[in-house]
């Protein structure tokens, strides 16, 4: 893999488990891989301050992709690449559907913060997961005085998947449904994912998509896989992540994203060498 070449990697549950550590290998192999000119950029669903500590640990690269592509963030320089949000009143349609489903708990996105209406043991688990502090705002419709960026429901995947159901039926403005995790379901602006968002970040860096590897272990990674030059899933992602990956890795525990750059510098390993010869497992 020669240089001028991107690895774009998602953060939970591909860089890091459950515990949000990053496994000492990946540090070791990332640089190794900035060594040789590739640069290494994150992309997820978290905003800049809960992405903040991984970007800086790994040593990752800029601009990031943020909330699940509804942010392209030139962390270095502070600037905003590109960006999108959900019209806010579109928002407030879809909280009231939201509502009627007591057993999720909604987080909305706006003014550069999260915010939950009621402290609920769902929104506890989300702040731990994520390391960020979750507002307690107990009136969304006041907060929305600008459009927000997404709004994120927590709960039971049965009760999600019936939410989703409801919410793909409503007539109106149309919006992106994802899981990014398996009881995280994200409410985007419509046309908007990793995979809209990944030609900006390339663009920026001046590396064209057939030179793009992008490494995730969800759906909301789906559409990033589709799009680089290179899609490398987690082993346990969604039947439909490992349909469309190139190649397959081991999960974070086991330093999945050192064996993947490890397999990139290797020689004769050439980037551009996809789907046209099958998946492989690294």
Request: glycine residues 6%; proline residues 8%; hydrophobic residues 45%.
């Amino acid at each position: 893999m020669s240089a001028r070449a991107l690895l774009v990697s998602d953060i939970d549950g591909t860089l890091v488990a459950e515990n949000k550590a990053i496994p000492p290998g990946v540090v070791e192999a990332v640089r190794a891989a900035q060594a040789t000119g590739i640069r290494v950029c994150l992309a997820t669903g978290r905003m800049w301050e809960a992405a903040r500590p991984f970007a800086e640990a790994l040593g990752a690269d800029p601009p990031a992709i943020l909330y699940n592509g509804a942010l392209v963030y030139d962390f270095a320089g502070g600037r905003v690449l590109w960006s999108a949000r959900l019209p806010r009143e579109a928002a407030r349609r879809l909280l009231a559907v939201i509502r009627s489903f007591p057993r999720v708990s909604p987080q909305l996105y706006v003014r550069g913060r999260v915010f939950a209406e009621r402290r609920t043991p769902y929104v506890d688990l989300y702040a731990r997961r994520e390391r960020l502090a979750v507002e307690i705002a107990p009136d969304f419709d006041a907060l929305l005085t600008e459009d927000p960026v997404k709004i994120l429901v927590v709960g039971e995947r049965a009760d999600l998947d019936a939410l989703s159901a409801t919410l793909a039926a409503l007539p109106g403005t149309p919006v992106n449904q994802v899981f990014s995790q398996h009881d995280y379901l994200e409410i985007l602006p419509a046309d908007v994912s990793k995979g809209t968002a990944l030609p900006v970040l390339a663009q920026a860096v001046g590396v064209p998509l057939e030179r793009v590897v992008a490494v995730g272990d969800n759906l909301n990674d789906l559409t990033m896989l589709q799009v680089a030059g290179l899609g490398v899933a987690v082993e346990g992602s969604p039947p439909e992540l490992l349909a469309a990956a190139d190649w397959v890795c081991p999960p974070p525990e086991r330093e999945g994203l050192r064996v993947v750059i490890e397999r990139l510098l290797a020689p004769t390993r050439d980037v551009t060498a996809k789907r046209d010869s099958g998946r492989t497992t690294s």
